[in-house]
């Protein structure tokens, strides 16, 4: 009867397991530590090889503080968790006192109130390869030969191992995304000097080229883009890769000056030219001379002051307000704007002879929503931003968290996904950002999609493309691979992805 009951408790555990490990969020500890209860164990240690550099490091454990796993790694063959990862084979020392593979760096009692303490290591694999180990410090006990507890441990290893793997291949996959990002910029004229413009996209490699053609010519660029897509960036990558680029920079936010300053602030002054004016002033295009202003917020300027701007853009020389003498400068133009200027101009809020003049070289910068794919890309820039910031060492986000960033519209675009970021970077406690640490209105957005109520076929369905999409994301878009992992065939699997309007290329290295 007591085996029965400590079977059906494993059983139960097991079934558990299972809903936990089918969650994308799932904290291995939580599964090490329930575990651990179950086994009344004194210590679980979850050891997993790094594919990178060959070492064993522990990702989750039972009865060891953080610190300690930060500090323990193993190489293959070292010790009882290097050997059972070479080797493939589950190894039972029944007194870890009297063993000298046992290496013990975690610092582990040889005995617990005078009794001895055994060893258990099992490996974990995935497919045919072993990528880790899952052992247990048991007290000893000769009349428990450990058999169910080495079964169930064999067991929930192999569960765990799908897990691993697709954290480390979506790690991977994050990684290689960065890598292949800083070599596209670096094609831009050597590379990209100013600003930091993270963007994998088709959209956004139409936006590197254009840059690319007209960064070494001295025509007028019109950079047009809904509030908070970059403009600024895209203007200095343009004046950093020009042949002005040792030269003055300068930039006006034009909303930003009063109407009644912003001809002197462009322009300059002459002593007394008007109340305050105590002495000759020079202005920003005067301060620009042989190199780039950027005139951000264009479309705010008003119609008196466009007048003097399309003379400058027409001529090349400016007259400080108070004065008389023309002043040649030889200034590059990049204005940059949100409005709607056809718009204005049919309103009669801005003239169509300047706009004619600046729309030399339009350049439009799409809204994030346009070019979402980017987002895990631009999530893990700024996480790396934010831990330099903020002192963290946040390793990574989760793939609920970028499916939350992914479904959801910003408005606010590339600042609002910073902000965002930002916020998070500072709620995560444990070095990985979670679904709980984004705003709220994401996670409203999410749900507002994603836990619609219906039949069981619309749920199953639901699950059946979620199971799709993670079979696709593992195989970087391999139909063939994916059909594999979930045993069907690749004609079932062409029909699923047709009937859920799955893009495979999605998930392809670009």
Request: with cysteine; glycine share 8%; proline share 3%.
């Amino acid at each position: 009867m007591g085996n029965d009951c400590y079977g059906m408790k494993g059983l139960n555990l097991l079934l558990e397991f299972s809903d936990l490990l089918g969650d994308k969020e799932i904290d291995l500890n939580q599964v090490i530590t329930q575990l651990g209860d179950h086994l009344n164990a004194e210590r679980i240690i979850l050891a997993i090889l790094n594919r990178e550099n060959e070492q064993i490091f522990i990702e989750g454990a039972y009865q060891i503080n953080d610190e300690e796993k930060e500090q323990i790694k193993y190489n293959p063959g070292e010790g009882v968790i290097g050997s059972v990862i070479q080797s493939g084979k589950s190894v039972l020392i029944p007194k870890i006192a009297d063993s000298n593979l046992f290496l013990n760096r975690t610092h582990s009692p040889l005995t617990v109130n005078g009794e001895d303490v055994s060893f258990i290591c099992v490996p974990i694999r995935y497919k045919n390869h072993i990528i880790g180990s899952l052992s247990f410090h048991k007290v000893y006990n000769r009349k428990h030969l450990f058999d169910e507890d080495v079964r169930l441990l064999r067991i929930v290893g192999s569960m765990i191992g799908r897990a691993v793997r697709r954290r480390q291949e979506y790690a991977e996959e994050l990684e290689q995304l960065r890598q292949e990002n800083q070599m596209l910029r670096g094609e831009l004229n050597g590379h990209i000097q100013a600003g930091f413009i993270v963007g994998n996209s088709g959209k956004m490699h139409d936006v590197f080229s254009l840059i690319g053609s007209v960064a070494n010519t001295d025509a007028t660029v019109l950079i047009r883009g809904e509030s908070g897509v970059g403009k600024e960036l895209i203007a200095d990558a343009i004046h950093y890769n020009s042949l002005r680029k040792e030269q003055p920079f300068i930039k006006v936010n034009c909303a930003a000056l009063p109407e009644n300053l912003i001809e002197s602030e462009l322009f300059g002054h002459e002593k007394g030219a008007f109340t305050g004016a105590i002495g000759t002033r020079i202005g920003r295009f005067e301060a620009a001379h042989n190199g780039t202003i950027f005139l951000d917020e264009f479309g705010e300027i008003p119609l008196s002051t466009q007048v003097k701007l399309l003379r400058v853009l027409q001529q090349k020389e400016i007259e400080r307000v108070g004065g008389t003498k023309p002043i040649k400068v030889d200034v590059r133009v990049i204005c940059a704007t949100n409005r709607n200027l056809e718009e204005l101009i049919a309103n009669g809020e801005f003239r169509e002879d300047l706009y004619y003049r600046i729309n030399v070289f339009p350049i439009y910068v799409p809204a994030l929503r346009e070019r979402i794919n980017d987002i895990p890309m631009l999530a893990n820039h700024f996480i790396d931003k934010f831990n330099k910031r903020h002192n963290k060492n946040i390793k990574r986000i989760t793939t609920m968290a970028i499916d939350m960033l992914m479904v959801y519209h910003w408005p606010g675009n590339i600042r609002e996904l910073e902000n965002c970021m930002e916020r998070a970077c500072i709620l995560c406690t444990d070095d990985v950002i979670r679904a709980h640490n984004l705003p709220p209105t994401l996670q409203t957005a999410v749900s507002s999609r994603t836990s619609e109520r219906g039949s069981l076929d619309l749920i199953l369905g639901k699950h059946e493309k979620q199971l799709i999409i993670d079979a696709l994301v593992s195989t970087k878009g391999n139909m063939s691979k994916a059909s594999e992992i979930l045993g069907i065939t690749e004609r079932m699997m062409g029909i699923r992805v047709k009937k859920y309007d799955i893009d495979p290329k999605r998930f392809k290295n670009k």
